[in-house]
Each structure stands twice: as structure tokens, then as C-alpha cells.
């Protein structure tokens, strides 16, 4: 008498394993790979991306194009999220992360083939990682903190290798002298918010400046608005969360009034109020006014007649920023505006027509730990592309003041480290020597495609490589602008060691996590009534006795 079948799984649930499964999700990331590795380096294309919306996104940013492409392969996705995680916590080598974790992948692909347990080659993976880690950290340079010239130049060299690979690769030395000087104005916690990023179609992209302090966009005004000064000197700055404006009676309020008289007071108690508090801001002393909320018509002229300026309707981001360069705090009443500390205070402010938009700025700031990058340039889609790049710039110099470590870039510390992971193979014995060969060969993935997407002899350039690596010269990577290989450390061609140590780290642990999953259950969508569906291999029946 045969068992009666066990009955787990809705009708309709797709399940898939073993090891057609695991060489299935290897290949799916090959060609989520496939799709990224042509935007490696400074010769690196540009994809063109168009979302369900419309909207057209124009970049080479590895992280921005893995968040575009809308994977819907629940293996491949695992790249797409050690992109962005690399993007988060370094800024930079999010291409170079989805390069390695995808050559791993198709190295360990014949192991797998080949009935290699997948532990047996996770096991090996992780040894060589390890490995890698440690050599990085051995042959990593240290620039000495103490010199502050020392330490600008190396902040602009490793902003200017990041930038070395974007869009606006021909201004590199331009952006990296403003990024550094963005960085430098925070405080000791390197705070990202406290950097602000203005983009204003039109002018070249020179036209771009860094404001050592706060500037928004001229928000909405009223008529009164033009009759306010435009420009002052040393002024105290009132920031509020208060609405100075009269509200229809029809929509905030039901009265009930028996005559005219009854209802005259309620307006003039509405007016008497208003006038109250506008009183009580031009007796603080500000003459610049900010306000979250709405600064109606009324209080525009006011503040007029009495040559203060003022803002309504400020985005709150702006305000928090102007509150940390001028001082003072963001008021919700009027009533404390008198005491210390309350304003804030710059050397100068103005009003200042850039393109075709008109913008507050204030610059001299006491205490100032933020500021405002203004970009220029042409098409919308080059401006953002503009304000990706130097969000990556800004997170490496960020890493390069916290962790002082460097390291050659262009293929050089890869090189090293592929030489390295190949001689200590030979020393090993049993399956884990091929494995940690097949990650010695992974790593030239990053200089080969370096070659391939600027039109070099990919395999003659790496041929010399490996020359010159065995011979000793350890910061030998690609020159891209001389089709030859060279000192890549005396070239300048400088990268914090904690991008290479958090890609390799990432790839590592990706790959190890996708050649772990021997088996997909994809459940069908829910709604549906269908009966659970029998295990496979065993018949499918009621649970009544066989026929």
C-alpha cells in the first residue's frame, strides 16, 4: 500500500534546485554584469536609461544604473544591493563591485559543473578574500596627517581619480579643488546634509561656485516684496516656524455672531494679532526674516516699509543649514525672539541673480560648518549627472580623512593582488588551490575591462602586467592616456584603500551567498483558491485510499 502523498505547496508554486539551479543564478548575474561593465574606467560609456515614467537618466554611475534597471531575477538582485551598499558607504567602486562579485561567479562556475560542493568553494572564496584584505592593508601607503598641505594634495588627488572616470572627467581638477573645500567647511562628523547642491541651468560648467555658507532659491513673494532691501551688511537673521498671513474665516473657523459689531471685532482681533507678532520682529532687531510657513502680503509691505527683508515658504532643509552657519534657533513663536541667542548673524547677505534664477545667499557665517554647491551646465540630465559625480567625489574625500590609507588605482592594486593569490595557490593543496587560483585570475576582470572599454590589446597590456608585477613593481595598472602600462603611484592615480577593502569584502560575499542557494520557491500570487500542490516525485490524489 503506497503512502499517502504529502501535500506542502500552493498549486502553481514554481520550484526549482539543485545544481541547474545555482549555474541558473550565476548566469543571470553574468548578464546583470554585462550590462554595467562597459561604464568601467575613464574611457568608460554612458547608458541611456528610460523609466516606466519617461524620464531620461543619462549616466555611467554604477550604483544609479543598478537602482534604473528594475531587476526583477531574485539572484541578480543580490548585486544590485552590494552596489548601493558600496555606494553608501564609500561613494565610489560600485561599478568595480558588480565587475568582481559577477567574475567570481563565472571562475566558480566549472567547480560547480564539476559536482565541487558549493561549501567546498564558498570555503575557498572566503580564505582568498581574506587573504586579498590582508595583503591590501600590508602594502597600503599612509599619508602623514600632520602636514596640512600634505593632506590637501592627497584629498585632491583621490576626489580627482574619482571624478577621472564621470562625464565631467575634463574639469576633474576644476571639481576636485571645490570638493575638497566642501568637505573641509564641516565639522569633525563630516555631516552629508550639511553640504547643499543648487542646480541652475544655463553657463558652462565653470560657472559652477562653492558658497562657504547657505544660498536657496528665491521663493515666493508678494508685491511689497520688491520694495525690501536686497543686500546687508552684518544683519541679525530671524529664523521662524510661523505663518504671517491673514486666513480666510470660511475655512479655519465657525462663528456664530448676531450682528455686524460682533463680527468687526473678530476681524480687527485678527489684524490686531497679526500686527502684534510683526511687531515684535522688527523690536528683535532682524533684519532678514525667514519663515517655513507662508509670509503674506500684509507682512511683505510691513517688513517693507521698515527695509527688512523677508522669506516665507523656506524649504526646511535650507533653514536647518542657515541655522547651522548663522547661529541662532528656528522659532515657532515670536514671543522669544528678544533673547540671547535667538538670531543668527552673517557678514553678508544678498540677493543674487544666477542664470535665469534669483538666489538668497549668505556668506561670512560664523559658524560655519556647511555650505552650498551652485552647478551650472546645459541639459538637465548633465547637471544631475554633474551632482552624482561629485556626491561620489565628496564620499571618498569624507573616507580619505577618516581612514588616511591609499592605494595605486587603474588596475595596479588588483594586479598585486592577483600575483599575490596566485603564488600563495601553488602552496596549498586540494581543491581549495584551483579555487584560490580562480579568484587570483578574477581579479584581473578590473584592468582587462579597463582595456577593453578603451580600445587597447587587452591581453598584451596584462601580459606586461603580470610581467612587471612579478619583477616587483607592485603600483604598475593601465595608463589610459598612453595605451601602455606605468607607476600608477607616481602617476598620481590614487584611491583610498577602504573602497578596494569594502569591494572586495562585498563581491566576496555576494558571490558566497549565490553559490549557497541550491533551490528557488517562488509562491504563486496570492487570490487564487487552487489546492496545495504535492512535493515532486510523489502522486498527486486525495488523501483517500489508492486505486
Known amino acids: 500500500m503506497l503512502p499517502a502523498p504529502v501535500i506542502l505547496l500552493r498549486a502553481g508554486t514554481d520550484t526549482s534546485q539543485g545544481k541547474p539551479q545555482i549555474i541558473s543564478n550565476i548566469n543571470a548575474c553574468e548578464i546583470v554584469v554585462d550590462a554595467v561593465a562597459t561604464t568601467l574606467g575613464p ?10 515614467n519617461g524620464k531620461t537618466t543619462i549616466s555611467n554611475d554604477g550604483a544609479t544604473i543598478m537602482k534604473l534597471l528594475d531587476i526583477v531575477h531574485p539572484a541578480a538582485k543580490t548585486l ?11 561613494g565610489d567602486g560600485t561599478t568595480s563591485v558588480v565587475l568582481l562579485a559577477g567574475e567570481f561567479l563565472k571562475k566558480c562556475k566549472p567547480f560547480v559543473e564539476d559536482n565541487v560542493h558549493p561549501q567546498v568553494i564558498v570555503r575557498g572564496l572566503r580564505k582568498a578574500t581574506q587573504l586579498a584584505l590582508q595583503k591590501i592593508k600590508e602594502i597600503a601607503v599612509h599619508v602623514k596627517k600632520d602636514d596640512p598641505v600634505e593632506q590637501r594634495k592627497l584629498l585632491e588627488k583621490c576626489a580627482a581619480t574619482a571624478l577621472s572616470s564621470k562625464l565631467i572627467a575634463r574639469q576633474k581638477d576644476f571639481f576636485a579643488t571645490m570638493v575638497v573645500d566642501a ?10 546634509n550639511m553640504i547643499g547642491t543648487k542646480k541652475i541651468q544655463g553657463g558652462s560648467l565653470e560657472d559652477s561656485r562653492l558658497v562657504a555658507g547657505v544660498a536657496f532659491k528665491k521663493t515666493f513673494s508678494y508685491a511689497g516684496f520688491e520694495m525690501q532691501p536686497k543686500k546687508y551688511s552684518d ?32 476681524v480687527d482681533a485678527e489684524w490686531s494679532i497679526l500686527y502684534d507678532k510683526l511687531d515684535k520682529i522688527v523690536k528683535s532687531g532682524a533684519k532678514v526674516v525667514l519663515s517655513k510657513l507662508p509670509i503674506g502680503d500684509v507682512a511683505t509691505q510691513y517688513f517693507a516699509d521698515r527695509d527688512i527683508f523677508c522669506a516665507g515658504r523656506v524649504p526646511e532643509e535650507d533653514l536647518r543649514r542657515t541655522m547651522k552657519a548663522c547661529g541662532g534657533s528656528i522659532q515657532t513663536s515670536v514671543s522669544g525672539l528678544s533673547s540671547a541667542g535667538v538670531l543668527g548673524r552673517c557678514e553678508l547677505f544678498q540677493e543674487e541673480q544666477i542664470g535665469g534664477e534669483r538666489y538668497n545667499i549668505f ?15 546645459g541639459a538637465e540630465q548633465f547637471i544631475e549627472e554633474t551632482e552624482r559625480s561629485l556626491h561620489d567625489a ?5 573616507r580619505t580623512l577618516k581612514n588616511d590609507a591609499v592605494v595605486a588605482g587603474g588596475g595596479a592594486i588588483e594586479m598585486e593582488l592577483s600575483k599575490y593569490l596566485r603564488d600563495y595557490s601553488r602552496t596549498v593543496a586540494g581543491k581549495e588551490q584551483l579555487i584560490i587560483a580562480a579568484v587570483a585570475k578574477s581579479l584581473e576582470i578590473i584592468p582587462r575591462q579597463l582595456c577593453d572599454n578603451a580600445g587597447f590589446d587587452a591581453t598584451n597590456v596584462l601580459n606586461r602586467l603580470r610581467e612587471k608585477h612579478a619583477k616587483g613593481g607592485k603600483w604598475y595598472g593601465v595608463d589610459i592616456n598612453r595605451e601602455d602600462i606605468a607607476d600608477n603611484f607616481e602617476a598620481c592615480v590614487w584611491e583610498p584603500a577602504m573602497v578596494k577593502l569594502n569591494a572586495l569584502t562585498g563581491a566576496s560575499e555576494a558571490a558566497a551567498l549565490i553559490l549557497s542557494v541550491d533551490e528557488t520557491i517562488k509562491n504563486p500570487k496570492s487570490g487564487g483558491n487552487e489546492p496545495p500542490q504535492a512535493l515532486p516525485g510523489m502522486r498527486r490524489g486525495g488523501r483517500g485510499r489508492p486505486r
Open 43 to 52: 574611457r568608460g560609456m554612458d547608458k541611456l536609461i528610460v523609466d516606466r
Open 80 to 90: 544590485v544591493d552590494i552596489s548601493l551598499s558600496q555606494d553608501a558607504e564609500v
Open 183 to 192: 568637505v573641509t567647511h564641516l565639522d569633525d562628523m563630516l555631516p552629508l
Open 235 to 266: 544683519p541679525s537673521i530671524a529664523l521662524l516656524n510661523v505663518e504671517l498671513e491673514l486666513k480666510a474665516e470660511k475655512e479655519n473657523a465657525e462663528l456664530r455672531i448676531d450682528n455686524v459689531e460682533e463680527y468687526q471685532q473678530v
Open 363 to 377: 556668506t561670512g557665517c560664523p559658524e560655519a560648518k556647511t555650505c552650498t554647491m551652485i552647478l551650472r551646465g
Open 394 to 398: 565628496i564620499m571618498i574625500v569624507r
